[in-house]
């Protein structure tokens, strides 16, 4: 439980942009006699003692803060808790203790009346087999929201169109979901998604039912969208590859319980648990780590190039191999801060930890 | 060590406890059956003893009838609008002022109708249905059936609305609250359905009258049950995601349901109008007896002189109604938006609903046509032809060159089959009755199981309907047996070759709609009333369920499981009846258990041929209007089916469950 509310170790605490969405304690217990059981305990609970009470835990002492426009991708296998979390966010189901503060304000203590309003006009929502109304066609499914808000008819049908050009379906307005392909269908939801302008934007594992190369095809068209857009993304997955390419920070869920929270990063140097560890053991570490990370203080060597601080060592691998002399490493105020020798990157591409041992 | 042991001596116990039981059961029973004349009081339920439940509902019903008659008879009169307005429309001519100075305004043209029929087919099913429906609707006319289908129609156009809008609203009310399904809407349906529609009538007729409101009253009873299952299943179908959609865009409870979750049902709502449909025309047919008019009417006046050729021709009729209905209901289902273009606001009328607005303009056109020209008015004699002579000579030909044949095999069925059966059950004592039952209950689905199943079949005892129950209980026993010996192995073949399942397909879609009325006519014509009538009449209805089950619990067996056990060397045999059959006998069992409700309740109709049975209890009560004797016969039919139906679905499930 105290890994899970950590921050990562590189400087998030001094993230400057403000947090959107933050679970204080979230606990989601299934069986009977379950809210008495939490409450009794004041939101403190083994793993044991539930198993012992003949309880499931789907959701267990979830500490989470997300920040406005980051995308944060909890991850975690079938059964890990990782669906019902997100629900808890957006009450889609009700906590069963615990506290979802919605910039601030508590979640679980407002009106249905006012819950309503807030999904209409600032959270949006992108399921795994998409949920699309079968009666409609793509053109009123996606004006849908807007017209259970009250919105006028030209209105709603002037904002459709401007979603159906962005997510690219231009010339199928008037098809009807079962004649579109997977890959349109989740485009169909992700456009009706966006139409009301949602701040926090919730994605089920919207691409797990889409074939692989359609998957990355679409997360490629979810990056240039978030380019544009900008929203807060909490992204559901079970597919650490997806993840890595996708997340800001990624939260790692298991038997309900979030392990680790960070950057794919953080992830990869410093798992948490054999559990982390076992995820992060097939990722291709060039992708995920940055070069400040196997930078060494300058030498006196000459520099054939220089590489921000930030970038994947992917990025730069090639050229620096090929140069064979060392970048030198810039942070954001263009200081050099250090150097990244051939040696480490080859070291990093052919998987030998820096200690010397195969990863 | 005793771990180890454990299980190994549970299983041989547990396997071998039940045959026991019921070996000395049935020994016991046996000793009872046998020793029935010393013990009289187990064998025949002592007279002193029967309770007198049918006088108390008689007291109850007169009570109600002269309380509330104000009340009734107010529905009467406000339900009564809507249905003359139809039955004007389509039928009678409206009438305004009285005498002989009255003006009188026409009924819509027969033409106007058979076009109207034509288009709606066009406009669900294409060229082929459009053809279908206008035909068959052409072909009531020619037949000199128009004003008696028009009747049975408009009956049938205000009932079924009705039906439908009360069973959504049940349906969702169900759905909302799964307390209130559980202890009062399920059960409330079960017994909707089981009980025979003759039953409802005699309360029908005492509160509201005999009219065809009371008619239209009793068929929204029977008709609305399935549209509350199909609301209650649809919404349970719909998918969670498609229902967590709906609040994330911020629906209203009452948005959520009527803009996502219903039409997301839509599917499966449309197979419950389908079924309200089907439903309510069997029921119309039926409840001509109590005022309602049309065709059934017309079968039943033609039944009763014994002019068999009037009633296959009313009953002709009745088929081209039910096919039509059938199949444009099921279209309309089906359906499917298709609209590509664009929606403009304010398009013409016209645009949008073409089959319709030519519609209107032909029923306007013609009727007023009709006004001028009598052929639009009223089918013309000339071209109306009658194929009752010819049916009288067909039958007549049958009689004279094979009257021997069939007598003989009439005969030899009552003296050799049916009538030993019906003494056996007869003589059946009621206490052994209620022993075996309960405990095949005990067994099947545990005490309470147990508890309901002795406590309906008790019921059939002390009202003192014991022998009458034997009797209905013989018939459908021998019916069902007959319909699963023909059904089955139908069903079988058609699950092995799918051109048998393509050439029995269109038969078994048939004999599925017709109204039950509809099985009698030819089957009288040849064996005359009695027994052997009414059974075979009630295998042709209910043969179909255990043919649709079995061929559908064969081919749903997984191609993976068959293609394991070919790989482990089944021969097809082998395949069949170690891996197909077992795992498709639950879904045969339903199949039966259908096929018994079916087969009970064709055989109450059958009373109208002169069984001796419950069905025979309630038309006599019917005839004199009794409506305590009516509905207690009516409840121990409907018991004998809900009996039959909880421990087949207990036994079903069962085996379900250890299939996984």
Redesign the interface.
Known sequence: MTIASQDGPSGKVGDPRPVKLACRNVWKLYGHGAYEFIQRRNGKASHAEIVEAGLIGAARAVDLEIRQGEIFIIMGLSGSGKSTLV?CM?R?VEPTYGRIEFEGKDLLSISDSEL??????R???V?????L?????VLENIA??LS??GVD?ATRIARAREVIDLVGLRGRE???P?ELSGGQQQRVGIAR?LS?KPEIW?LDEPFSALDPLIRREMQDELMRLQSVLHKTIIFITHDFDEAIRLADRIAIMKDGEVIQVGTPEELVLTPATDYVAEFTRDVQRAKVISARSIMRPLGRSQHAGTVSADARVASFSAEIVGSKKPFAVVNEEDETIGEVTPDAVIRLLAGVDQSGAPA | MTVVAEPASVRPRGSYTWPAIWAVALALVLGLFLARHQLLWAAEYPSRAIVPISQWIGAIMTWLKVNLSWFTRSITAVLGVPLDFALDLLAKNFKIGTGADAFILPRLSWVGVCAAAFLAGRAYGGTRLALLSGGLFLFIALFGKWTSAMLTLSLIAIAVPFCIVTGLFLGILAWQQPKSEKYAVSPLLDLMQTIPTFAYLIPMLLLFGNSPVSAMIATAIFATPPMVRATMLGLARVPAEISEFGEMAGCTPRQKLWRVLLPSARPTLMVGVNQVIMLALNMVIIASMIGAGGLGYDVLLALRALKVGEAMEAGLAIVALAIVLDRVSQAAAYRQSQYHGEIVAGQAFWVRYPNLTLAILLLAGTTLLGTVIPFFADVPKAITFTTAPAWRIAIDWITVNFFDAIEAFRVFLILYVLNPVRAFFEGFPWLGAVFLIGLAGFQLGGARLAALVAALTAFCAITGLWEKTMATVYLTGISVLLACLIGIPLGLAASRSDRFEKIITPFIDTLQVLPSFCFIIPVVMLFRVGDVTAMIATVAFAVVPAIRYTNHGIRQVPPNLIEAAVVSGCTRRQTFWRVQLPLALPEIMLGINQTILMALAMIIICAMIGTRDLGQEVFIALSKADPGRGIVAGLAIAFIGIIADRLFNAWSARARSRLG
């Open positions: 629900r957006s889609l309503i309003e807030l999904r209409r006009h959270m949006g929502m399921f795994q087999n998409f949920a109304l079968p009666h409609l066609n849908f929201p259970v808000q008819r008037h098809f009807y079962r998604s009301t919730f």
